[in-house]
DNA sequence: AAACATTTGACTATTTTTGTCAAAACAAAC
DNA sequence: GTTTGTTTTGACAAAAATAGTCAAATGTTT
């Protein structure tokens, strides 16, 4: 259960970079990443898949990662948060099979 | 497994109100009610429990309803959307145990 | 204290969401 | 088929949320 802000700094100190590298790798203006990395800020989806390509991480766990973060903090401050959330699961799995029988 | 638009809707005929009607007591462009009906739009979280109160209905249920609406539609194109909606689970219970614990 | 890395915060820009309004579409009655 | 009444649509404006920029402050090591 890693949020994104774990698993990309994570990732950084592991190959050593500098804030200061990545930004100018990424362009992407570091004091960004640094927000990033404490969670301060949520990235594009864009910016996820970037970061999954440069440090070498799994796309879709990072995604995924990214994408529940923002779920939880989504949610976090509503009393109904997380029955919503299992209602989500429901109806997206009822979407699905809409779309797909369409 | 209700929509919130399903649920307003029904409310609204159950009571055989017009838009219009609607519109004028809860001071709300009916074009929107009528957005909100068909899901097309989401309200604010305070017209939600607006509309609780004018229908009488379950605030709770009716809340759940909506925030779980914009979770699934939020969620619904993207590759990893449910299991992301699986992990904020976790993420939001393991969030509020720090919460308490402070 | 010098040199270097990270964090903070005020500000702007951009994107997304919401509100307004008039006209179009739909429906029933006559 | 036109009048009356309801709902829907779409173009546009307003407001809110999110993202980006930059310089200064803070922290860390030597």
Do not use: C
């Not at 802000?5 to 590298?21: H, M, N, T, V, Y």
């Not at 362009?27 to 990443?33: E, H, S, V």
């Not at 401050?77 to 109806?91: I, Q, S, T």
């Amino acid at each position: 259960m890693n949020t994104f802000a774990d698993l990309i700094r994570i990732a950084r100190e592991e190959k050593g970079f500098f804030l200061r590298q990545v930004a100018a790798s990424m362009d992407i203006d570091q004091a960004i990443i640094s927000k990033f990395e404490r969670g301060e800020r949520k990235p594009t989806k864009d910016q996820v898949e970037r970061f999954a390509e440069f440090y070498n991480l799994d796309k879709n766990q990072l995604v995924t990662s990214w994408l529940s973060d923002k779920l939880a903090s989504y949610v976090l401050d509503e009393e109904n948060g997380e029955e919503a959330l299992k209602v989500a699961e429901e109806k997206v799995k009822y979407l699905k099979t809409i779309q797909h029988g369409k």
